[in-house]
């Protein structure tokens, strides 16, 4: 069965830093692109950042480029997402998702990290 588990998330002050990682299991992590997607309250879920399955490229979200940074460790199985230079409107849960291609979410989500952003 296909399960990502997320870790990593948390307060920190706007300016700060964190790290998001997610753990696959149950698939061939490295033919699949590998997502982060966020859902700020009241909001819709929105893809943050993608990575190609052997993570040669990369892509981002225009609200977050030039701070964030999406990279997978294949031998790990897992998905990094680096976010720096926090804003308050980067608070939300942060899911990790097993891409159904790119640019498009698939069908497998982990449980979700909470992110919050303030002073």
């Known amino acids: 069965q296909a399960q990502l588990v997320e870790s990593g998330g948390g307060w920190v002050q706007p300016g700060g830093a964190l790290t998001l990682s997610c753990t696959a299991s149950?698939?061939?992590?490295?033919?699949?692109?590998m997502q982060w997607w966020r859902r700020a309250p009241g909001k819709e879920r929105e893809l943050v950042a993608q990575?190609?399955?052997?993570?040669?490229?990369?892509d981002y979200a225009d609200f977050v480029k030039g701070r964030f940074t999406i990279s997978r460790d294949n031998d790990k199985e897992t998905v990094y997402l680096r976010m720096a230079d926090l804003k308050p409107e980067d608070t939300a849960e942060y899911y990790c998702?097993?891409?159904?291609?790119w640019g498009y979410g698939g069908d497998v989500w982990g449980q979700g990290t909470q992110v919050t952003v303030s002073a």
């Open positions: 998702n097993r891409g159904k291609a």
């Open positions: 990575v190609s399955e052997f993570g040669y490229q990369t």
């Open positions: 149950g698939f061939f992590f490295s033919n699949f692109v």
